[in-house]
């Protein structure tokens, strides 16, 4: 995963957040508070699984290496 690839997807997660957000701060009604709850759920659950990623991936870079030095 690139820098920038990764910089995209974390941005992406943060704008679904702020979207969700705003959508809950400025409509009214249970189709907003729907709407506002899916946006920041989808959004925490991107951040969460991208960091989680992130971890696998240094993981798997470590083994190589590991295995490299061998």
Do not use: K, Q
């Not at 189709?31 to 240094?58: E, H, K, N, R, T």
């Amino acid at each position: 995963m690139t820098p920038r690839s990764r910089n995209a997807s974390f941005g992406a997660a943060a704008a679904l957040v702020v979207a969700g957000a705003l959508c809950a701060v400025l409509f009214d009604g249970t189709a907003a508070g729907v709407v506002s709850i899916l946006l920041i759920g989808v959004g925490l659950v991107l951040a969460v699984s991208l960091v989680f990623l992130a971890i696998g991936l240094s993981e798997d870079r470590e083994r190589a290496e590991d295995e490299r030095r061998r």
